[in-house]
């Protein structure tokens, strides 16, 4: 175990579970994701099932970075059980074409 994480664990991570229980109390949903170290992440989150679609792409990224496969497969899953419009979305309704 690094300094880096020995102190996220120690320091950082309690905070913000202190910060998430407060939020829940209070009925806010909270995602927070902490990188100590390269490509090494924290994540402390709070949500709930009326916990709307932004926190809850927030959390899914968080969840999924570096895989941009996995983050969009996940959102696609999210929007098709909640029934959220995705038409508007190149990535999410239909293939696309790039300049390369």
């Not at 175990?1 to 320091?11: A, I, P, Q, R």
């Not at 202190?18 to 109390?25: S, T």
Request: charged share 25%; with cysteine.
């Amino acid at each position: 175990m690094s300094n880096k994480d020995s102190f996220y664990d120690k320091e950082i991570a309690p905070l913000l579970l202190e910060a998430a229980e407060k939020c829940r109390d209070n009925d806010i949903y909270i995602v927070c994701a902490v990188e100590y170290e390269e490509d090494k992440i924290g994540r402390t989150q709070i949500l709930q099932e009326n916990a709307g679609l932004a926190i809850n792409m927030i959390y899914m990224c968080a969840a999924t970075a570096p895989n941009f496969d996995s983050y969009t497969i996940s959102l696609k899953k999210y929007c098709n059980k909640n029934k959220v419009d995705t038409g508007g979305s190149i990535f999410l309704s239909k293939s696309f074409e790039t300049d390369g």
